[in-house]
């Protein structure tokens, strides 16, 4: 496990995280009231979105401060290494 550190929007973060927590609790519920396929799949859809947009928070935290600082002194090559592989598992 990486050491721990922080980020600007970590809180904006973990809130989304929490939408999308009760977003797909809103979707099981949908899917046991046996609703009509294509609502659940427009909420998948905006579950989707949310993770999107998630996902992308943390990536611009992780360049504003990790990388940022790694530049800053001097080592940017294994924090360069650690988003090339966190991005491969993200998209495959």
Request: glycine fraction near 2%.
């Amino acid at each position: 496990m990486s050491k721990k550190h922080t980020h600007k929007q970590t809180r904006s973060v973990i809130n989304r995280l929490s939408r999308i927590e009760g977003h797909i609790r809103a979707i099981k519920s949908m899917l046991e009231e046996e609703r009509p396929c294509p609502e659940i799949l427009i909420q998948l859809a905006a579950v989707k979105s949310a993770i999107t947009k998630a996902s992308r928070l943390v990536l611009e935290d992780h360049m504003e401060s990790c990388l940022y600082q790694a530049t800053k002194a001097n080592a940017p090559e294994k924090e360069w290494e650690n988003l090339k592989e966190a991005l491969g598992k993200y998209v495959m």
